[in-house]
């Protein structure tokens, strides 16, 4: 039986997931995260997608994506995924699937669980036991909300603005949205 078509929402925003095959480690060295991340640069600008969050993991990825109908959300990951596996294979003398099926989606509707998806996907390292806080992870957008590193990967999270008059006071009611007081290890 085929599977049943992708239902992708002529805009709005999906929290977009893809796995290792066998939930094998994708990334091994930081080069491997850097030429990724330049790979999702390149195929976003081309696709008209938005990346609003993102969390690149050793064995998966994360992403808060944000459609509109000129953008192509199929065509960047296929185009992100496929340029990664030939990369990889190059370097890795590597046979076989890289990615575990086609990637996972689910339609953000609602904005709490848009606050609560950016939440979890920028926490997963900790939670994962990689770092003890997300700001020691390299590999996330963290960074480019909680302390203003430049990252051509994103596009501002539209409730980002809202949070404080002045980027110092939105970079830290981010954190503490991000790691609340009572988080283990703040």
């Known amino acids: 039986m085929p599977r049943g078509a992708r239902v992708v929402p002529e ?6 997931m893809c796995r290792g095959n066998n939930r094998r480690k994708i ?6 995260y850097r030429f990724y991340h330049q790979l999702a640069v390149k195929y976003k600008k081309l696709t008209g ?19 509109k ?16 596996f030939y990369y990889y294979r190059r370097n890795r003398e590597y046979v076989g699937h890289l990615w575990q099926g086609r990637f996972k989606s689910k339609i953000i509707e609602k904005d709490d669980y ?10 997963n390292p900790v939670r994962a036991g990689l770092c003890d806080s997300p700001q020691d992870y390299p590999y996330s957008s963290y960074a480019f909300y909680a302390l203003g590193k430049p990252d051509y990967l994103l596009d501002m999270d539209p409730f980002y603005p809202g949070l404080a008059d002045t980027l110092k006071g939105r970079q830290k009611a981010y954190c503490n949205i991000i790691i609340p007081e009572d988080y283990p290890g703040k």
């Open 11 to 16: 805009t709005g925003y999906l929290h977009v």
């Open 69 to 84: 109908p000129a953008s192509d959300l199929a065509t960047f990951m296929k185009r992100l995924n496929l340029s990664f």
């Open 114 to 123: 848009f606050l609560c998806c950016g939440k979890y996907i920028e926490l």
């Open 27 to 32: 990334f091994f060295k930081p080069q491997n």
């Open 49 to 67: 997608i938005k990346i609003i969050h993102y969390c690149f993991m050793p064995n998966h990825v994360h992403f808060m994506i944000g459609v």
